[in-house]
C-alpha cells in the first residue's frame, strides 16, 4: 500500500490521474472502518487532509460553497449552521463528537450510502456537487450524481472538490429515526424545505436518496406522496413497511415544524 | 514508511504500514497503550485522543495523516504521582469498574470541560455520547465529570 500526500489540489488531481485506483481518505470514518477489517486493501490511499482548497466554506454572489473536507462539526457552527438549518440538524445526529470532528460532506457524497446524513438536507437545497480532475471541474446535480447505493457519478480521475447550494430561504427542518441518539445509521430520514413549493428527501428508504415535490397548498396530501416514493427495504436496520410507515409520520411532523 | 509527529509534547517517529492507524502506532510501535483498542470503527470511543486539539477516535485515522501533527493520548494528561484534575475525579467519584474505557472517557471530559467548563447535563451527555461504557451505566462517569466541572 501506498499513502500519497498531496499539498495542493492541483498535486491531489494530478496524483489522482497518475493513480485512479488510489482511494480518497478525509476523516477515515467510512474508509478506515473497512482497512480495519480487512474488508478492502487498496494499492493507494490519496490523503486529502492537507488540501488547503478543500477546506472550510465561503459565499459568492449568494451562493454557498462547501468545501469537500467541511466536517459535520463545522456545519454545526455559526453562522453556517443557521445559513444551512437542515443540513446543521442532520450533522448533529451523525456518529458522536469524535466522528462528527472527522467526518466530512466530501466523505459522504463520495461513499455515496442510501444512509449518508448530509445527502437529504443537501438535496432539498437543490445541491450540485463540484467534481474535479487535470481535465479541469465539473458540476452535477446531487440528484443525478448518487447513480445506485454506493456508487456515484464520479471518473476514476476525479474528485469531489465542493457542493454548491442556495442558503435556506424558508423554514427546513431534518429528522431521523434510530434505536438511540448517537452512533446510529439511519433506519430511515428525512430533510425538508417548505417554501412556495414543497421539497422533501429521504434517506434510507431506497437505493438512492429520492427528491419529491409539491405546491405547498398540497401540504395535506405529501405525507402520503413522500411515503410512496420511497423503495425501502427489509434489512438489519428495520423492515420496509416500517420505513414507509415513519416516513410518513416524519413528514406530517417535519410540516408541522416547518409551517407552524 | 517513516512518519514524524509530536506526541505528548514530545517529537517521535515511527515506522508504520501505510494503511495501519495511528491507534496500532501509539500502542504498538510507540509504546503508548493508554489508548485501548476495542472496536476500530469508531463506535466506541475508547481510542479517543486529541489530535491538532480536536477530539478523534485514533482508530478511524490513518498513521501516516498524523504525520506533522501534534497527538495528545491519555498519557500526556497528568504525570505519574500527578494525575491531571479529571483522572482525579475519576478516582474520586468512584467512576471506574473494569477501566477499559477509563482513557477514552477521560480523554472527552478533558475536551468536553476545555470548551464548556461548567457543562450541563445534556451536555455531558452529548459529549460522552461517543464513549461506551459496558459495566457502569454512566451514572458515576457523570458524577465525576460533574466534580471535575467544580
Given amino acids: 500500500m501506498e499513502v500519497l500526500t498531496p499539498r495542493s489540489l492541483d498535486e491531489a488531481l494530478r496524483l489522482k490521474s497518475e493513480n485512479p485506483q488510489a482511494v480518497p481518505i478525509a476523516g477515515g470514518t467510512d474508509l ?28 459568492a454572489n449568494g451562493t454557498l460553497r462547501l468545501g469537500a473536507g467541511l466536517t459535520y462539526a463545522e456545519a454545526m457552527r455559526e ?6 438549518p437542515a443540513l446543521a440538524e ?21 461513499t455515496s450510502s442510501p444512509a449518508g446524513d448530509a445527502l437529504p438536507p443537501l438535496l432539498v437545497a437543490g445541491a450540485d456537487v463540484v467534481l474535479a480532475s487535470v481535465r479541469g471541474e465539473r458540476r452535477v446535480a446531487l440528484g443525478e450524481f448518487v447513480v445506485g447505493p454506493k456508487r456515484n457519478a464520479l471518473a476514476e480521475d476525479e474528485l469531489v472538490t465542493a457542493v454548491e447550494l442556495e442558503p435556506a430561504s424558508a423554514a427546513e427542518t431534518f429528522m431521523k429515526v434510530g434505536p438511540r441518539n448517537a452512533m ?24 438512492v436518496p429520492i427528491l419529491v415535490r409539491a405546491p405547498r397548498d398540497d ?24 420505513r414507509r410507515h415513519a416516513l410518513r409520520v416524519l413528514t406530517r411532523r417535519a410540516l408541522d415544524r416547518c409551517l407552524a | 514508511m517513516k512518519i514524524e509527529l509530536t506526541v505528548n509534547g514530545e517529537q517521535r517517529e515511527a515506522d508504520v504500514w501505510e494503511g495501519e492507524s495511528l491507534l496500532f502506532a501509539l500502542r504498538e510501535k510507540l509504546g503508548l ?81 476545555a470548551h464548556s467548563p461548567q457543562p450541563s447535563e445534556d451536555e455531558i451527555r452529548e459529549a460522552l455520547s461517543g464513549n461506551l461504557c459496558r459495566c457502569t451505566g454512566y451514572a458515576k462517569i457523570f458524577d465525576a465529570v460533574r466534580l471535575a466541572a467544580q
Fill in chain 1, 32 to 59: 478506515m472502518v473497512a482497512i480495519n477489517f480487512d474488508r478492502i486493501r487498496p494499492n493507494a490511499v490519496l490523503n486529502l487532509n492537507e488540501v488547503p482548497e478543500l477546506r472550510g466554506w465561503s459565499r
Fill in chain 1, 79 to 84: 453562522p453556517l449552521a443557521g445559513l444551512l
Fill in chain 1, 90 to 110: 442532520a450533522s448533529r445526529t451523525v456518529g458522536s463528537p469524535q466522528i462528527r470532528n472527522r467526518g466530512t460532506i466530501g466523505g459522504n457524497l463520495g
Fill in chain 1, 184 to 207: 446510529v445509521i439511519a433506519v430511515v430520514s428525512l430533510a425538508l424545505r417548505a417554501g412556495e413549493e414543497l421539497r422533501a428527501a429521504f434517506g434510507s428508504a431506497g437505493p
Fill in chain 1, 219 to 242: 401540504a395535506d396530501a405529501f405525507p402520503e406522496r413522500v411515503a410512496e416514493a420511497a423503495a425501502p427495504i427489509d434489512d438489519v436496520r428495520g423492515t420496509a413497511a416500517y
Fill in chain 2, 33 to 113: 497503550p493508554g489508548s485501548k483498542n476495542a472496536c476500530e470503527q469508531g463506535e466506541c470511543g475508547s481510542c479517543s485522543v486529541l489530535l491538532d486539539g480536536t477530539l478523534v477516535c485514533a482508530c478511524l485515522v490513518l498513521a501516516a495523516q498524523a504525520d506533522g501533527h501534534d497527538v495528545v493520548t491519555v498519557e500526556g494528561l497528568g504525570a505519574t504521582g500527578e494525575p491531571h484534575p479529571v483522572q482525579e475525579a475519576f478516582v474520586e467519584a468512584g467512576a471506574v469498574q473494569c477501566g477499559f474505557c477509563t482513557p477514552g472517557l477521560v480523554v472527552a471530559t478533558v475536551d468536553l470541560l
